[in-house]
């Protein structure tokens, strides 16, 4: 019986426990006038993290008089400009003790400062310089993974467009305003919009986020590079690489371009390198050699992939042929990072795996197919000796039956 | 011919000459139908002793598992590629066992590689790096490489098909 008495008032006593999150918003008597900015902030990162209105606005929310919360010596900012709203966030962003156990970086005011944003606030003043409210939202700030977000990296282009497409903006600063319409039909625009891939280029991993700039001519392989790895590896091995390096050549937007990347394919040895060369010079015909191998295998691959597919319809076994089939496809996908060595010899050597291969594939299913031509044919003795078995079992049982009459 | 065909063809060698024909037709017919009945139980016999005889040949024998080669062809910490069920497959043997995965990569289908090094499988077109385990540890491929149950028999590598 004591210990039925005791559950009942350990269970009453959790029921009716406020808990700590809910002390807290009790003591802050804001949210008595500024009930709407509540209804907007208590489902934000912040508020389940029992950060009130006074870590932003200042004052005291444990007063319960409002002159009193607001009363000077307490801090109180009604609406923080751009640079104290970034220093105000910094506050706690930038604080390795106050972040250490959200794993959240401390370096974002920082590298506030040191981006194109940053430096037109602090340096020139200029409000137009987005600060951590314009990308993150304020009351209503949730986690940047939160599909909500319009950090979120498929809400990301929208957010950083609604200063860089708006003409009235960028107009004093020189901007192009169609970056998002660009970009929305680039390879990266598709595969994030339409393929839903969150891993795929968007303003911040090339630009950065709250150390945004635009790369320069020497930084744009590095910001590439960071995904391209393999495509980047090779390009330093080439002829370019120099040229790079001295500033005549933007390593990947010189061919590729940049907010309108389209997936590439060999037609840009036509038109990209006649930006640089003219059409008689020995690196146009090494472009257009490399071209004509990988166009070749390519071509190759597709036809001995059809054929694999159309003699396993006939009902040959094509182990042996789509096991080569995959090894030749590495051949040619390989050649894509490599051609960026644009070097006749090391794409000579994929190219000449991977036609030894589709000939392969094709000797195999030529060879199967014979086989099974021999096999049908071979089939027709087979069926004279049934008939001929039939004709002298029926004259056998004739004979028989005709022993049996005498 | 016997004793008394030998005596009607002295008496009437006429009618014999028909009869010895007919005799020659039932032995021919005789002789095919044993011929045929060989011929056919042979057809019936050999995939049988195909069966029975060489049972490890060719397909997965018991429990889907597949040989693919002797643990003495692999070092420690290397690796062999075969080709199973129309598919590269990728054998890392490390001191404690050997791990078989697909050695196409996931991302757009490039047979991977062994870096003994690292430790880790690469792939060769776009950079993706798996882990021992066949995870993804960084590049494109967006899902780990498919693994297979490897067991090893008396020095030989079998693998679940």
Same mark, same amino acid.
Request: hydrophobic fraction near 35%.
């Given at each position: 019986m004591?210990?039925?008495?005791?559950?009942?008032?350990?269970?009453?006593?959790?029921?009716?426990?406020?808990?700590?999150?809910?002390?807290?918003i009790?003591?802050?008597n804001?949210?008595?006038?500024?009930a709407?900015?509540?209804?907007?902030?208590?489902?934000?990162?912040?508020a389940r993290?029992?950060?009130?209105?006074?870590?932003?606005?200042?004052?005291?929310?444990?007063?319960?008089?409002?002159?009193?919360?607001?009363?000077?010596?307490?801090?109180?900012?009604?609406?923080?400009?751009?640079?104290?709203?970034?220093?105000?966030?910094?506050?706690?962003?930038?604080d390795?003790?106050?972040?250490?156990?959200?794993?959240?970086?401390?370096d974002?005011?920082?590298?506030?400062?040191?981006?194109?944003?940053?430096?037109?606030?602090?340096?020139?003043?200029?409000?137009?310089?987005?600060?951590?409210?314009?990308?993150?939202?304020?009351?209503?700030?949730?986690?940047?993974?939160?599909?909500?977000?319009?950090?979120?990296?498929?809400?990301?282009?929208?957010?950083?467009?609604?200063?860089?497409?708006?003409?009235?903006?960028?107009?004093?600063?020189?901007?192009?305003?169609?970056?998002?319409?660009?970009?929305?039909?680039?390879?990266?625009?598709?595969?994030l919009?339409?393929?839903?891939?969150?891993?795929?280029?968007?303003?911040?991993?090339?630009h950065?986020?709250?150390?945004?700039?635009?790369?320069?001519?020497?930084?744009?392989?590095?910001?590439?590079?960071?995904?391209?790895?393999?495509?980047?590896?090779?390009?330093?091995?080439?002829?370019?690489?120099?040229?790079?390096?001295?500033?005549?050549?933007?390593?990947?937007?010189?061919?590729?371009?940049?907010?309108?990347?389209?997936?590439?394919?060999t037609?840009?040895?036509?038109?990209?390198?006649?930006?640089?060369?003219?059409?008689?010079?020995e690196?146009?015909?090494?472009?257009q050699?490399?071209?004509?191998?990988?166009?070749?295998?390519?071509?190759?691959?597709?036809?001995?992939?059809?054929?694999?597919?159309?003699?396993?319809?006939e009902?040959?076994?094509?182990?042996?042929?789509?096991?080569?089939?995959?090894?030749?496809?590495?051949?040619?996908?390989?050649?894509?990072?490599?051609?960026?060595?644009l070097?006749?010899?090391?794409i000579?050597?994929?190219?000449?795996?991977?036609t030894?291969?589709?000939?392969?594939?094709?000797?195999?299913?030529?060879?199967?197919?014979?086989?099974?031509?021999?096999?049908?044919?071979?089939?027709?003795?087979?069926?004279?000796?049934?008939?001929?078995?039939?004709?002298?079992?029926?004259?056998?049982y004739?004979?028989?039956?005709?022993?049996?009459?005498? | 011919?016997?004793e008394?065909?030998?005596?009607?063809?002295?008496?009437?060698?006429?009618?014999?000459?028909?009869?010895?024909?007919?005799?020659?037709?039932?032995?021919?017919i &005789?002789?095919?139908?044993? #011929?045929?009945?060989? *011929? /056919? =139980? %042979? !057809?019936?016999? +050999?995939?049988? $002793?195909?069966?029975?005889?060489?049972?490890?040949?060719?397909?997965?024998?018991?429990?889907?598992?597949?040989?693919?080669?002797?643990?003495? &062809?692999?070092?420690?910490? #290397?690796?062999?590629? *075969? /080709? =199973? %069920? !129309?598919?590269? +497959?990728?054998? $890392?043997?490390?001191?404690?066992?050997?791990?078989?995965?697909?050695?196409?990569?996931?991302?757009?289908?490039?047979?991977?590689?062994?870096?003994?090094?690292?430790?880790?499988?690469?792939?060769?077109?776009?950079?993706?790096?798996?882990? +021992?385990?066949?995870?993804?540890?960084s590049?494109?491929?967006?899902?780990?490489?498919?693994?297979?149950?490897?067991?090893?028999?008396?020095?030989?590598?079998f693998?679940?098909?």
């Amino acid at each position: 019986m004591y210990k039925a008495k005791l559950f009942f008032w350990l269970f009453l006593g959790v029921g009716l426990a406020v808990p700590a999150f809910a002390r807290d918003i009790k003591n802050n008597n804001c949210i008595v006038c500024h009930a709407d900015q509540w209804e907007q902030m208590k489902e934000s990162i912040h508020a389940r993290h029992q950060i009130t209105c006074d870590r932003c606005h200042g004052g005291d929310p444990a007063q319960e008089d409002m002159e009193a919360a607001k009363a000077p010596g307490t801090d109180f900012v009604a609406v923080p400009d751009k640079k104290q709203t970034a220093e105000r966030c910094g506050q706690c962003h930038a604080d390795v003790e106050a972040m250490n156990f959200y794993g959240l970086p401390t370096d974002q005011l920082a590298r506030y400062k040191t981006s194109a944003h940053g430096k037109l606030l602090f340096d020139h003043g200029d409000e137009h310089g987005a600060v951590c409210t314009d990308c993150h939202g304020y009351h209503d700030v949730v986690a940047v993974m939160d599909p909500q977000s319009p950090v979120y990296p498929l809400n990301l282009p929208a957010t950083c467009n609604r200063c860089h497409g708006d003409k009235a903006v960028m107009a004093p600063y020189k901007h192009p305003t169609d970056i998002f319409e660009k970009y929305k039909k680039s390879v990266h625009g598709v595969a994030l919009f339409e393929k839903g891939d969150l891993s795929v280029a968007n303003c911040v991993k090339c630009h950065g986020s709250h150390g945004a700039m635009p790369p320069g001519v020497k930084e744009i392989g590095a910001t590439c590079g960071k995904c391209h790895i393999n495509e980047k590896r090779y390009f330093l091995e080439g002829p370019h690489a120099q040229a790079s390096q001295d500033g005549y050549f933007s390593e990947c937007a010189s061919c590729h371009d940049y907010h309108d990347i389209q997936r590439p394919d060999t037609n840009l040895y036509n038109t990209a390198c006649l930006n640089c060369h003219s059409e008689g010079d020995e690196a146009f015909k090494r472009g257009q050699k490399i071209k004509e191998m990988i166009d070749s295998s390519s071509r190759a691959l597709s036809d001995a992939g059809e054929l694999v597919k159309q003699a396993a319809m006939e009902g040959i076994f094509v182990d042996e042929e789509t096991a080569a089939l995959e090894e030749a496809r590495t051949n040619v996908l390989e050649m894509a990072p490599r051609q960026h060595s644009l070097s006749v010899e090391n794409i000579g050597e994929l190219y000449g795996k991977a036609t030894a291969l589709t000939q392969e594939i094709q000797n195999g299913v030529r060879t199967k197919r014979q086989s099974l031509r021999w096999r049908k044919i071979a089939l027709v003795p087979l069926w004279i000796f049934i008939f001929l078995m039939v004709v002298v079992l029926r004259k056998k049982y004739d004979q028989l039956k005709g022993k049996e009459h005498e | 011919m016997n004793e008394r065909d030998r005596n009607n063809a002295a008496e009437h060698p006429s009618c014999c000459r028909a009869r010895e024909k007919t005799v020659s037709r039932r032995d021919f017919i &005789d002789l095919f139908i044993k #011929g045929g009945l060989l *011929v /056919t =139980l %042979a !057809g019936m016999v +050999l995939p049988a $002793l195909n069966y029975i005889w060489p049972v490890t040949r060719r397909g997965p024998g018991a429990g889907g598992l597949q040989e693919v080669g002797k643990l003495d &062809d692999i070092p420690v910490w #290397g690796f062999k590629k *075969v /080709t =199973l %069920a !129309g598919s590269a +497959l990728i054998l $890392l043997r490390t001191p404690n066992e050997v791990k078989a995965f697909s050695a196409i990569c996931t991302h757009l289908g490039c047979i991977v590689d062994w870096d003994g090094p690292k430790r880790q499988i690469t792939c060769p077109c776009h950079a993706g790096v798996f882990d +021992l385990n066949g995870r993804v540890v960084s590049g494109p491929p967006p899902k780990p490489l498919p693994e297979h149950a490897v067991k090893v028999i008396d020095g030989k590598i079998f693998v679940t098909v």
